[in-house]
């Protein structure tokens, strides 16, 4: 029978990060622990057995948020509400703050943290979708130093990222959407879980009245997310108007030809989902960037 409690692990409580790469080097099968809303229900099902977690929780300095070179450096431990809050955030990139403000619910956005979700790589996670549409890059640290990894290339399929073992998300940089920039992250959530069903970002720039750049990236569809080319592809050059907006949602299946399904949404479902979700995130990506 199953009993809903994990198996036995040791805990540690490290107080600085060399401490926590230590104890993950040496101790076989250990997991880092952020928030502990994806590994705990994990462990719990018995899908995960860490013989020990090292709970990230006291390191300082991991939770800042800051502005970086135009861009912003999230800390992996701030927390969705942290990053939700954050003033710095909503100044240069303010579509992070609201993608993690609409993530999971209070509960959830109050212990998960930026980098537990980057790391977890889960299909139903938000930001890995809006990290590849903004340009992003994971900074992993491990014994032997840090690498900074851009998100097209750091997540690879479900719950599988660039990470080697012992390396731990020690911050994700993330380029600022200046004037003339404009980015939106829309989402079909789970009406139970919050999850993300499929979610869209879509991010243009927009000079001289045409768009000269656009990236659109599909989650919850194919893990990892995808770049619709097709549709990016298509925006450049243009006014984005009601017609090329529409044209470039109506080339976002190209994108996702084996569209997971599940008990909730098929996916033709969630290919329907994506061309609507898109057509509405990038309406709303080009006027904020007008
Ligand atoms: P943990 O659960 O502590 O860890 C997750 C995994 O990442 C573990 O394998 C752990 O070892 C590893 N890890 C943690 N931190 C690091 C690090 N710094 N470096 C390397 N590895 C690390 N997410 C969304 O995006 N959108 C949603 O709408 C959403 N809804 C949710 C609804 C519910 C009910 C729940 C329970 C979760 C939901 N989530 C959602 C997931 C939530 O965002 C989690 O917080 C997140 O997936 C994991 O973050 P965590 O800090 O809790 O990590």
Known sequence: MHTFRPAEFEYHRPTSLDEALTLLGEIEDSRPLAGGHSLLPMMKLRLAIPTALVDLSRIPGLDEISAS????????????????????AIGIAPVIPETAARIGDLQVRNCGTFGGSVAHADPGADYPTLLKALGGAITATGKGGEREIAAD???RGIFETALEPGELVTSVKVPGTPAG??????????PASG??????????KVEGGNCTAARVTVGGVTSPPVHATAAEEALVGGP????????????????????????????EYRTHLAKVLAARALREAFDRAA
């Open 240 to 267: 984005g108007s009601e017609d090329a907006i529409a044209a470039a949602a109506e080339k976002v299946p190209e994108a996702i030809p084996s569209a997971m399904g599940d008990a909730y949404a098929s996916g």
């Open 195 to 204: 999850y993300t069903v499929v979610g869209i970002a879509a991010v243009v």
């Open 69 to 88: 070179n135009g861009g912003l450096a999230i800390g992996a431990l701030a927390t969705h509400a942290e990053v939700a809050g954050s003033e710095v």
């Open 153 to 155: 290339d750091f997540f």
């Open 181 to 190: 920039t404009g980015a939106s992250y829309l989402k079909h959530r789970h």
